[in-house]
């Protein structure tokens, strides 16, 4: 019997996949400020708990069942600020990096998770199950190997390196947090406190865009010294749409992967979300058969042996992990 961890788990990485996939479709956005995008994807996703969470907990989130856990409160709210941090960092590897190269890296999370799992929750796993984890790693970072000048590799400069794995500790420590408290809140409150906190961090992010002002930077070929008042200053740039959609999605990635930390061991739930680098692929081969007025990626012989065979691998991972556990 799949263990239900396991189901929300593979939901938010089919979830993270369905948003890598939507914005290949919709590429282009020509937004390329780190604050900007932070603010375009979080907010929507942190207004909606922010506003669900006294609609469906007000007693709990008010404490008229019990008095509030003001600690867990506070570290609720506090990993609602990592959580921006964490996005914020995201976004500014995702601008000045290759996305291929610096996305895979993130894998590294899991790592992270492993570790503050077995230091701060206790968590420990027969060996089977750590096999399985270093095969969903091994995989996550080999899908997205790309061959330079004839030669297979993937060279990434210790700058985004270090980016990239700035963002795998910070999104590490959100998720060993949202799993530490989850014994203190149900999955609604949860997301309130620590959406509150994110949303409240968002505003520390307007100052750091272009010019200090609520609005986007463009790339080169559009203008982007606007004069004030004019029309073209409040209209939105391309791509803001499909942001704020992303959003939203995220929005029920991570209803889906907190219910997943509440039945099932954060590391695993951690590794098993990687899968979307796997998802993403098989989604895009298809589009580019089935729809490629949608999208259309050319795959050579090369890249489809190498992405296949990283598949199998974290498929593997996923099977020694499912039956280790």
């Not at 788990?9 to 890598?20: D, H, K, R, S, W």
């Not at 282009?28 to 604050?35: E, T």
């Not at 004839?150 to 990434?156: E, K, L, Y």
Request: hydrophobic share 55%.
């Amino acid at each position: 019997m799949i263990a239900t961890w396991l189901v929300y788990a593979l939901l938010t990485a089919t979830i993270y996949a369905g948003i890598a996939l939507l914005s290949k479709v919709v590429s282009g956005a020509s937004i390329d400020d780190p604050a900007a995008l932070t603010i375009y994807t979080c907010a929507p996703f942190y207004a909606v708990y922010v506003a669900a969470g006294p609609l469906l907990e007000w007693s709990a989130i008010t404490g008229g069942e019990a008095p509030l856990p003001t600690g867990a409160v506070l570290a609720a709210i506090a990993f609602g600020v990592v959580s921006t941090v964490g996005y914020a960092i995201y976004y500014w590897g995702v601008v000045v990096g290759d996305v291929s190269r610096f996305v895979p890296v993130l894998a590294i999370e899991t790592i992270f998770v492993l570790v503050l799992g077995v230091l701060l929750l206790g968590e420990s796993f027969p060996t089977g199950v750590y096999a399985g984890i270093a095969l969903v790693v091994s995989g996550a970072l080999f899908i997205s190997v790309e061959r330079d000048g004839g030669s297979v590799g993937s060279r990434v400069g210790p700058p985004l390196v270090a980016v990239a794995l700035l963002a795998a500790a910070a999104f590490a420590v959100l998720n060993t947090g949202m799993k530490a408290l989850t014994t203190a809140f149900g999955t609604v409150e949860l997301l309130f406190w620590i959406s509150l906190g994110g949303l409240l961090s968002l505003g520390a992010a307007v100052p750091f865009r272009t010019g200090g002002r609520f609005r986007p930077r463009l790339d080169a070929d559009v203008a982007t010294d606007l004069p004030v008042g004019s029309p073209g200053e409040t209209k939105l740039p391309p791509g803001t749409a499909v942001l704020l959609a992303a959003g939203l999605l995220n929005a029920l990635a991570l209803f889906t992967f907190i219910r997943a930390l509440e039945h099932g061991p954060v590391s695993l739930a951690t590794a098993i979300t990687k899968v979307d680098v796997m998802l993403v692929f098989v989604g895009a081969l298809s589009l580019s058969k089935l729809a490629p007025e949608l999208l259309n990626e050319q795959f050579d012989r090369f890249t489809l042996l190498q992405k296949g065979f990283a598949s199998s691998i974290i498929l593997v991972g996923c099977v020694l992990i499912q039956l280790g556990y």
